[in-house]
C-alpha cells in the first residue's frame, strides 16, 4: 500500500483500521501479552546529541557505571530473578567530552562499545542475557558487540530529517538523522543480530512522516528478517526540558498510530507500547494492534521517564486476566531469533 492509502485509512476509514488491526493480532498472538523481566543499567548519561525532549543525558563523568558497580548491579538483577540486562547510554560520548575520553583511557578501553561488550561479558558470566542500547554504531561496534548480547536496539523514532532543523527536537545531535539510525538498523539486519527499533509518537512529526518511518523499518525488517519488535512510544514531555510544554500526542493518535504499525509491520514482528506510559490503556492499545509490553523491572527505574514506574507484575497479569488477556513472561530475545546467537547465549538459554 502506497503512504496516500494508509493516510486515507487515519482520515477515512478509522474504524476498518483498527478491525484490521485488531484482527492481525489475535490471528498470530491469540490473546497473549508478552514482556521481559530486565534490569536496566544506564552506563553513562553523557551523550553526543542533545535532543530537546531528553531529561537523562547530562555532561557529568561521574555518572559512568564502573567495573566494581556493574558487579553489583549484577548481583542485584540476579536477585531479582532479572533475565535481561538492559545496557543504555548517551551516544559515543566520548566524542564529545575529554572526561569520557579519560574514563574509558583509564580502565583500559579504546571507546565505549568496547567497555559495554566488557559489561556484556560480565553479564553472560552471571548467565544474565544481554540487551545493549548504545544509540548510532557502525559495523564493525555491532560486530563487536554481537557475540554478547541476546538482542540489540536502536530506536528510529523518525524518518524526518525535518525535526533535525533549527528549534526543532532534534537540531545540533547529529546521531538523530534518520539515515544514520537506519544505516545502523541494516548493518544489525547483515550481522544478523535480533533487533528491536521503534518511534516516538507526537515529537511534531506529521501523519505523513510518520507513516513513512514505520514502512523503513518495515522495508529492512523484510530485506533482513532480524527485527523482532517495534516500539510505539507516546511523547512523554518531561519537565526540565526545553520540550516541557509541547503536548503528548492525543490518546487517539497514539492508538491509530499503534494500529498502523499492526498494519505496516510483518504479522511475525511484535508491536510493543511502554506499559508505564499507557497504564490507563494498555487493554485499548492491545484491542489497536499491540501485543508486547517490552522490558519492565521489579527493582530498576525507567531512567528515561523517571516519574512513571513500571506496573507491578502481579497486579497486571490480574487486571490482563480479567480482560481476557494473559501475561506471559519471554526473553529479550525471540524464539525465531535464537538461532542467531553465539553458542555461549543458546547454552544460557537452554539452561533456563
Ligand atoms: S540521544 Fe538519547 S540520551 Fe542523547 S540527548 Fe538524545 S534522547 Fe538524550
Known sequence: MSIEEYLNFIENEQCDLLVKANEIRSKNYSNQVTFSRNYFVPVTRQCRNNCRYCSFSNSDVSSWVNLSQFQLHLETAKKNNCLELLLTMGE??????????????????????EYVARLCELA????????????????????????????????????????????????NSVGKDPEKRLKTIENAGKLKIPFTTGILVGIGETWEERVQSLLDIAYLSKKYDH???????????????????????????FLLTVALARLILPSHVSI????????????????????????????????INPDEPWPN?????????????????????????????????????NQL
Request: glycine share 4%.
Open 92 to 113: 559515543k560520548p566520548e566524542e564529545r567530552y575529554e572526561s569520557a575520553r579519560n574514563f574509558l583511557e583509564s580502565n583500559n578501553f579504546s571507546s565505549s562499545a
Open 272 to 303: 510493543q507500547v511502554p506499559p508505564n506510559l499507557n497504564k490507563q490503556r494498555i487493554v485499548k492499545a492491545l484491542t489497536y494492534g499491540a501485543n508486547d509490553l517490552g522490558g519492565m523491572s521489579p527493582v530498576t527505574s525507567d531512567y
Open 124 to 171: 553472560i558470566e552471571r548467565k544474565l542475557l544481554p540487551h545493549s542500547n548504545l544509540g548510532v554504531l557502525n559495523y564493525e561496534e555491532l560486530s563487536l558487540l554481537k557475540p554478547v548480547n541476546a538482542s540489540m536496539g536502536l530506536m528510529l523514532e523518525s524518518s524526518s530529517t525535518r525535526l533535525l532543523q533549527k528549534d526543532m527536537p532534534h537540531f
Open 227 to 253: 527485527i523482532q519488535e517495534v516500539i510505539v512510544q507516546n511523547f512523554n514531555p518531561q519537565s526540565n526540558t526545553l520540550m516541557k510544554n509541547h503536548p503528548p500526542p492525543t490518546e487517539e493518535d
Open 313 to 349: 507484575e502481579y497486579e497486571l497479569n490480574q487486571y490482563l486476566k480479567q480482560e481476557n488477556f494473559t501475561l506471559i513472561q519471554r526473553l529479550p530475545v525471540y524464539a525465531r531469533y535464537i538461532k542467531y546467537l553465539s553458542s555461549e547465549l543458546k547454552n544460557i538459554i
